[in-house]
């Protein structure tokens, strides 16, 4: 479908994505840095985007790196390369810019694993505990929690607090479960959980490590307490890119979303990267969300500006008050 008016334009808006015939000879790279100067825009991208948006983006990052970058840029356009609640963060951040995302359907089964009503209702049951929820979902949870954290910090957020203070950590129960047991916290977890990390087989990496014997096994931890056993470093994404950059071996098995090989090939180009596997028969660890992103869809975005992200005032300040929180916390940890 080629736009050439306005009324295909508002078709092709009512549809959620952006799906338009491009010219194959067109260079995508060089429009969207064009675009980028022309309209002051910057584009944010998460280490599970496909390569090239990662090579095309301003900055690449997990998700406190993007949310301190959102609350920190000075565009007048943000173009967020990633999911749905990483665009509403950057929102969130940002009242007076707009925010693009390039397929409003990159939503997060994380996300979507805990809706606000029924949370509303969880935690009404609880009121003597303080809610820290995973930047991993809605602006509705948001609302709904006393401080953010990312994988990244939440083991500093979690024991920053007083030991017998009662905390209801949500929505990712294996990442709660991983704080729990490092901080020795007996936090109450909601029952949400991310479709990638869950899906990694343990047999198949058992196997893996069989064959690949001077491997080190690395594992992000919303991973499934099984796996993050038999690994040899557990950590967030930036850490994990970090760890093998830094780390004395070779050979990575990876247990996080493909995406981020992408950026380790790239900072240890003499090292082996080796995707863990998962229990699905495509033996595909994609993140389908994040792959909704395209650089077509990308281009398509900057160049209509649009999808945009739309969020009710009284929303956006509630859920601002626990990011706050959170990113206060992370200079004071040096994070």
């Known amino acids: 479908m080629d736009v050439h ?25 060089k429009e969207i840095e064009q675009m980028k100067k022309e309209k002051n825009a910057v584009v944010l991208a998460h280490y599970y985007q496909e390569p090239d948006i990662q090579d095309i983006a301003d900055y690449i990052g997990d ?14 356009i943000i173009v967020f390369a990633g999911v749905h609640f990483m665009a509403e963060t950057a929102k969130i951040l940002n009242p007076n810019k707009k925010v693009l995302l390039p ?22 049951k609880h009121p003597d505990h303080l809610v820290i929820s995973y930047i991993n979902c809605s602006a509705g949870i948001k609302a709904l929690s006393d ?23 949500a929505p990712d129960k294996n990442l709660g479960a991983y704080i729990n047991k490092v901080s020795g916290r007996n936090m109450l977890l909601w029952n949400g959980a991310c479709m990638v990390h869950e899906i990694f087989s343990l047999e198949k990496i058992t196997r893996l490590k069989e064959r690949h014997p001077y491997a080190k096994f690395i594992a992000h931890p919303e991973c499934e307490e099984a796996v993050l056993q038999q690994a040899d470093f557990i950590g967030s994404t930036t850490q994990l890119l970090k760890y093998v950059t830094n780390d004395e071996a070779s050979t990575f098995i990876v247990a996080t979303e493909a995406g981020i090989l992408h950026q380790m090939q790239q900072k240890a180009p003499g090292k082996t990267f080796i995707p863990a596997p998962p229990d699905n028969a495509c033996a595909c660890n994609d993140c389908p969300h994040m792959k909704l992103n395209t650089l077509e869809k990308l281009y398509i975005c900057m160049k209509y500006e649009t999808p945009e992200i739309m969020m009710e005032e009284e929303l956006r300040l509630k859920a601002k008050k626990p990011i706050d929180r959170m990113l206060e916390l992370s200079k004071q940890f040096g994070l």
């Open 147 to 169: 401080i953010i954290c990312t994988s990244s910090n939440a083991r500093q957020i979690v024991e920053s607090l007083p030991v017998d203070q009662k905390i209801i950590f």
């Open 5 to 29: 008016n306005e009324e295909d334009l508002a078709k092709v808006e009512e549809r959620g994505f952006l799906d338009i015939e491009l010219d194959p000879t067109l260079d995508l790279f």
């Open 63 to 76: 998700s406190l790196g993007l949310a301190q970058q959102a609350a920190r840029t000075e565009a007048d």
């Open 103 to 124: 397929d409003l359907k990159a939503g997060c089964s994380l996300s979507d694993s805990c809706p606000p009503p029924i949370f509303k209702a969880f935690r009404e």
